[in-house]
């Protein structure tokens, strides 16, 4: 025979929070650590946080102070701003947030901090059931948690953080040094991006600097529509047969790239000296490409003004 689960209102199991439920928990801290794997010890209630009180003060294993919050009703985010004043206020390594019904964007606060902070947070759902009558017992459910996917995912949102912030700067210099060479990207501004570009006089034609970690390039991109692929072609067959004396005037070879089977084309050169990475080297790649960007704008032009597109 299966019994029957029931949910029980949580006021009808523990009438106050702080004179209930937070005493409850002191005396059972192995409910909350079988649902969190932890192995929690020295619960003690109240303690002194500035100006506030902390529900709950525990430790780990390794005698790290652990604060806890209860909040027998939906989450609110004054609850989370407590839990974290507390958190830095005892210097405390891990947060745990016990509520009866969690709102979407507190789960999402949540992981938030997991993947951004130092610390780890736990957010749970509290619930009082029953069997067929029986008296009734506590049902906490770890809603969101720290884990090795949101560190990562956190490590690399500051890795990405800090590509963009490097790149924009990168470009800010670049661009300045391009304005007392070239008009093409005077209105051009820094962008976080992996390219910045400037239009080469015909539709779907374009000039562009490109940069990875450690080299860069200049480029003819050409790039019509989503349904432009062989106009594409077309146009880069058109540019084909003057390579001789478009090399030429650019003063070095050039890497003539059809990029079959894909919608865009492009000519290109690359510098090898050094990338966004290459910090130390910014003075010399912004010089070197700046210039090749200059012939390679003297080089096209004229042919771009004659194709039959």
């Known amino acids: 025979m299966i019994g029957k689960l029931t949910r029980r209102p949580l006021r009808e199991v523990w009438k106050d929070e702080a004179k209930d439920f937070t005493p409850w928990l002191v005396d059972n801290l192995d409910v909350l650590n079988e649902v969190l794997d932890l192995n929690l010890a020295s619960a ?54 016990i509520v009866a019904d969690p709102r979407p964007e507190h789960v999402r606060a949540i992981t938030w901090l997991n993947e951004s902070a130092s610390a780890a947070f736990f ?25 090795a996917e949101t560190r990562e995912a956190g490590e690399t949102k500051k890795e990405l953080a800090e590509r963009y912030d ?10 300045e040094i391009a304005r ?12 976080p991006s992996g390219w910045v ?3 080469a006089g015909k539709g779907g034609l374009a000039f562009n600097y490109s940069v990875r970690q450690h080299d860069m390039q200049v480029e003819l991109y050409i790039a019509r529509g989503t349904d432009a692929q062989l106009e594409n072609k077309a146009i880069f067959d058109q540019l084909l047969g003057d390579k001789d ?3 030429k005037v650019f003063g070095d070879r050039l890497e003539w790239q059809k990029l079959e089977g894909r919608l865009a084309c492009r000519i290109r050169k690359v510098i090898d000296i050094g990338g966004y990475r290459d910090e130390a080297k910014w003075p010399e790649i912004h010089e070197t490409a700046t210039n090749a960007m200059v012939r390679l704008e003297k080089a096209f032009t004229p042919y771009i003004a004659k194709l039959k597109v």
């Open 245 to 247: 004396e478009i090399e």
């Open 166 to 175: 490097i790149r924009e700067r990168f470009w800010t210099s670049l661009l």
């Open 44 to 97: 003690e209630r109240e303690q002194t946080a500035g100006d506030f009180s902390v529900d709950l003060v525990a430790e780990d294993d390794a005698g790290n102070v652990v604060v806890i919050e209860n909040q027998l009703n939906k989450s609110d985010h004054d609850h989370l701003g407590k839990l974290i004043t507390y958190l830095t206020a005892v210097d405390a390594k891990t947060a745990i947030w």
């Open 197 to 199: 570009g400037a239009g």
């Open 123 to 147: 957010l749970l759902k509290v619930e009082a059931v029953s069997i067929e009558g029986s008296p009734a017992a506590p049902l906490l459910t770890l809603i969101v948690g720290p884990s």
């Open 180 to 191: 007392n060479k070239t008009k093409l990207h005077a209105n051009i501004s820094p962008c």
